[in-house]
């Protein structure tokens, strides 16, 4: 199974299903001390109201942040509302929404507990499904910071109250995998996949988690880490988080796998040799990781781009694009003038298309760096004498 396959055609985990905002927030943990006076909660509720549809106006959408003033102040005039008829069901439903919109998320999450308490929701609600958010947004924020016991918390509270979220249910499996709870993990993909049939991220993630006692939880860690970083777009880290799943378990095909991929992708010849190496000794080595090796390999000879563009020349070639070919191959002696096969296969693409003069050029080239090259010299001597 290709990984990298997966990859792009999956981004669920770090992507697709929400974005957490995992910005600190810099108000206080407790509402203002000083709360605006009002006569009743009904005034403070239609005055929560009003600040909060004049903030979606003046704030650019998305921005809603609880250090914006309208919206401060709207929250305040929502906890005013909740002090004066403390089991006022309107005012402690606005109070949870406004934090949910402003991204506090624990106000949030004590907000719709408040609520709850005054007027059970049932799963799946619209205000079990907010306050859902609120605790996916806990459980990733409590995962970025190492914390995998509360973030388990945070996303099975979520599951109770919103059972149809694939972001909750995704994060959840993640979470155990990572932690080492592999039966647990399974489960959690299995209903991740009845919520998302037939994702191929979910359905890779589940088959690792069958497989993840074979690593370990510190490489199994490292590997979910390493995907997360390259979903991220930080493919240095990536590379590194692979090669340490690598190390800490010698039998992950798949983190040398990724490793190597990565280090091609970074033009890292030495790094990818190295890891097509792993995958290449293993008992269920392919094709693939034989034909990767080479190419890093040759990479730290003549550079990992340079063989790359030799390579799509060559199929370029095989398949009877002969044009394509040329400016290939042309191409991969620009990017090494010292690329002997280059020039080899660039004077005979020429020497087909009986551009002889061009062939004499190449395969002069090819003779100068490799005397040794019988096959060029022979053709060379065809080509000056224009036959």
Do not use: H
């Not at 800490?248 to 990818?272: I, M, Q, T, V």
């Not at 090494?336 to 096969?341: L, S």
């Amino acid at each position: 199974m290709s990984t990298r396959s997966l990859l792009l055609l999956g981004t669920l985990l770090l992507a697709a299903p929400a974005t957490a905002q995992t910005t600190t927030q810099t108000a206080p943990a407790q509402p203002a001390a000083t709360a605006p006076a009002f006569a009743s909660a009904a005034q403070a509720i239609a005055e929560a109201r009003r600040l909060a549809d004049e903030a979606r106006r003046t704030y650019p959408a998305g921005s809603a942040s609880i250090d914006q003033t309208l919206w401060r102040s709207a929250v305040d005039a929502a906890e005013a509302a909740v002090t004066l008829e403390p089991g006022n069901v309107d005012a402690l439903r606005l109070r949870a929404q406004l934090y949910t919109e402003v991204g506090f998320w624990r106000q949030a999450e004590l907000g719709w507990q408040a609520l709850f308490r005054a007027a059970p929701a049932s799963p799946g609600s619209a205000d079990a499904r907010q306050a859902a958010t609120a605790q996916y947004n806990l459980g990733y924020a409590a995962y970025t910071r190492n914390q995998p016991s509360q973030a388990a918390a945070s996303f099975a509270a979520c599951l109770q109250l919103d059972p149809a979220s694939v972001p909750c249910a995704t994060w959840a499996a993640r979470t155990a995998l990572e932690s080492g709870n592999y039966a647990q993990a399974q489960t959690l993909y299995d209903r991740a996949l009845q919520l998302a049939p037939g994702d191929r991220t979910l359905t890779y993630f589940r088959g690792l988690a069958a497989s993840a006692s074979r690593y370990g939880p510190a490489a199994t860690r490292a590997f979910s880490r390493a995907y997360g970083e390259l979903e991220a777009g930080r493919k240095a880290q990536a590379l590194a988080g692979f090669q340490e799943a690598a190390r800490s378990a010698p039998n992950f095909a798949e983190a040398w796998r990724e490793a190597g991929r990565l280090a091609l992708d970074l033009g890292d010849a030495a790094a990818a040799r190295a890891a097509y190496q792993g995958a290449a000794a293993l008992p269920g080595a392919t094709a693939s990781d034989r034909y990767n090796l080479a190419l890093a390999q040759e990479g730290e000879q003549f550079g990992v781009k340079a063989v790359q563009t030799f390579r799509t020349a060559y199929s370029r070639y095989t398949a009877g694009d002969r044009a394509g070919a040329e400016a290939g191959f042309l191409e991969a002696t620009r990017l090494n003038p010292r690329y002997a096969k280059a020039w080899a296969w660039l004077g005979r693409v020429r020497y087909e298309a009986k551009n002889y003069a061009g062939a004499a050029e190449a395969y002069g080239q090819a003779v100068a760096l490799d005397p040794n090259d019988k096959s060029s010299a022979y053709f060379l001597r065809l080509a000056q004498q224009g036959k």
